[in-house]
Structures are given as C-alpha cells and as structure tokens.
C-alpha cells in the first residue's frame, strides 16, 4: 500500500489569497487525483492530475481557480486561487497504483478562508 | 458514471456481524465494486474490491450477486473502531472515484 502525505495539513487564509497543497506518495504511482469535501459532505473529485501533461478537470472545475502540478509519478500540488469562504472545505489526493484497482488517500488539508 | 444505492444509516453492537448493502443495477461488465470507508477526521481508507465473485481479505467480506446488481459489504465482528461512513463506488480498474453519500455505520458497546 501507498503512503502519502499532505501539507499543510490545515491553514487558515484570507479571501483573495492562493494556498498550494503538496501531495507526496512513498512509491512511483500512475494516478493522482484531487479531491474537495465541504463540511459535512462526501467527496468531490476536482481533477486527474497527469504527468507531464495538463490535470484533466471535472465538470465545474477550472484550471485558473485550481491549477494543479504533477512534475514526477510522486508528488503533485493543487492551488486553491483567489479564494472565498466558500472554497473552505477539505483537500484530498489520493493515488493509484499502475494495474491496481485499490486507492489511497492522503489525510487532508483543513482549508478555513475567511 | 454508474449510480450506487445505499441506506443513509444503519446501526450495530459491538462483536456482531454487520451487513451493509449496495444496490447498482446499471453496473457494467468492466466495473468494479470497490468500497471504502472514512472514519472521523481521515482521509477514506480502502476496504475491499471485487468484480464477480465474493472476496475475503483481513477487513470484510464482499458478497456479489450473480447478476452483479447489488453487493454486500460484510463486517464479520464491528468494533467501535469500524464506525464510520461506507461507500460502495462503481468503476474500472485505475480511474478516479466517484463517491456517493454513502452509508454512516454507528456501533455501540
């Protein structure tokens, strides 16, 4: 199984600022993938976070308000751009392994903008 | 994205078996049935997969039915530690994860 590792696991941010979450994975993987949770809900998927290529965006994300970076097959960054209170959520990566169908996830990050 | 049916909520005790089901009666033949799980404060954790015949590993149990329609997931004794939110989710093999509301398992002691 994959261990991976968020940072900062929390941060509390002002309206209009940016905040990069790092995603690190302990082995090489093929998929990475970011996910948003808003309080008291299940999970969302932002993107597919590609190697070497642009992040693929679900519908509803955009890549000015979530640019994400996957510079090597174990660490990827999502930027939460401009933000509002409303983008105050949990942030989560998660990975998979080439053939493997079982995913991992990180712990989160805590995002408070006020 | 196929659609999975699950209950809101569902209750056990403490070293009784819990049966939690998942209805996807539009599953197609490359999809797997993959459940996790996320206890309070965490990331969610995989528990099992299968895609048509039951499977066993240290966690659970997963039954499937032989029309692939609906699955149960099987915890054979619940601990306090098991209470968390399930989600059974659809989906071929490498592709991101598509998470329902899921099922909130409460155990009491």
């Known amino acids: 199984s994959a261990v991976i590792s968020q940072k900062p696991s929390r941060d509390i941010c002002q309206r209009g600022t940016s905040l990069t979450i790092q995603c690190q994975v302990d082995?090489?993987?093929?998929?990475m993938f970011w996910y948003r949770q808003q309080p008291g809900q299940s999970l969302t998927l932002i993107a597919t976070?590609?190697?070497?290529?642009?992040?693929?965006?679900e519908s509803g994300f955009v890549i000015d308000k979530f640019p994400i970076s996957r510079p090597n097959l174990t660490f990827s960054t999502l930027t939460v751009s401009n933000m509002s209170p409303e983008d105050s959520s949990i942030y989560l990566c998660?990975?998979?392994?080439?053939?493997?169908?079982?995913?991992?996830f990180g712990p989160g990050t805590r995002l408070t903008v006020l | 994205d196929a659609k999975t049916t699950q209950p809101n909520s569902m209750e056990s005790n403490e070293e009784e078996p819990v049966h939690l089901p998942c209805n996807h009666s539009?599953?197609?033949?490359?999809?797997?049935i993959h459940w996790y799980r996320q206890l309070p404060s965490q990331g969610p954790e995989y528990v099992i997969h299968?895609?048509?015949s039951n499977v066993n590993n240290r966690m659970a149990s997963l039954a499937i039915a032989e029309d692939r329609k609906s699955s149960t997931l099987i915890l054979h004794r619940a601990t306090l530690r098991d209470a968390a939110v399930y989600y059974c989710?659809?989906?071929?093999?490498?592709?991101?994860?598509?998470f329902g509301k899921g099922t909130t398992l409460s155990v009491s002691s």
């Open positions: 989710i659809l989906g071929p093999a490498g592709t991101a994860l598509i």
């Open positions: 082995s090489q993987v093929t998929m």
């Open positions: 299968g895609l048509t």
């Open positions: 998660s990975s998979a392994g080439l053939g493997a169908v079982e995913q991992f």
């Open positions: 976070a590609n190697q070497g290529s642009e992040a693929t965006y």
């Open positions: 539009t599953i197609s033949g490359t999809d797997y």
